[in-house]
């Protein structure tokens, strides 16, 4: 993340349409799949400006840790739950720690997703869960992707192929942003053909949520669309196809 744009993320992610409907998926989801939710120990890897580990307090005691200096002191200087500085790929904790260990859009800004992947399930307990989201479809990438500092987006796939060498099931997968999907692919191509034809001329790249902005009638919009997806998930409808990926790993016990 550019060290300009995580002093924007505290008003989008709890303001701006993805942030707000994509957390109470994930609320509903951990619920729905953790069998004990109200008294686990859960460890949120990119925190960034908290709005997840607020959310996670409600099953438990939660551990943050995010890995951009400066979007840790600012976080810091306000969230209620312990976070600290440090990297997926070298968790500073011990093995076996934590219930419930989550990496919401993460992977996709490391360049080695399958050492994130063995730490994250190093540092889960045998039966814990690890709950992974990422953005799918390298047809999708964009200029949003590039601000982000995005190394890949997968489908699901290649998510799944980085789980399978480890002991334990998956428990939970599907695409969501699925009823948005047609419509954001179909900006996501246009914006990057227009990009390459004005690429001597453009300045400057936008993500998307700096084009629509975290409030007003699209966001309202956009909010209300993609909560047809909470329901449907809710419901047990799993997606063929959408803009992100969810998955729920046990890990096996001992």
Known sequence: MEQSYFKEYYQLERENWWFTVRRAILEERITHLLSTPTSISSLNIGAATGSTSDMLTRFGNVMSVEYDENCYRFTKSFLSTP???????????ENNQYDLVCAFDVIEHV??????????????????Y??????????LWGEHDVINQ????????????????????????TYFNAMLFVPIAV??????????LKRAQKQTIESDHAIFGTKGFFN???????????????????????????????????
Request: charged share 25%; aromatic share 12%.
């Open 111 to 128: 360049e080695d997703d399958a050492k994130a992947i063995d730490e994250m399930i190093r540092v889960c307990k045998p039966g814990g």
């Open 150 to 173: 995005h190394c890949r987006r997968y489908n699901k796939t290649e998510l799944l192929g980085l789980l399978k060498k480890h002991k334990g099931k998956v428990v939970y997968q």
């Open 220 to 254: 309202n919009l956009l909010s209300g669309i993609f909560t047809i997806d909470y329901y449907l998930l809710k419901w047990g409808f799993r997606f063929p196809a959408g803009v992100s990926i969810m998955v729920f790993f046990k890990k096996e016990r001992e």
């Open 83 to 93: 976070i600290i500085q440090g990297s997926i790929t070298e968790l500073p904790f």
């Open 130 to 139: 690890i709950a992974i989201t990422v953005p799918a479809y390298m047809f």
């Open 187 to 196: 900006f996501r191509l246009l914006a990057t053909g227009i990009s390459k």
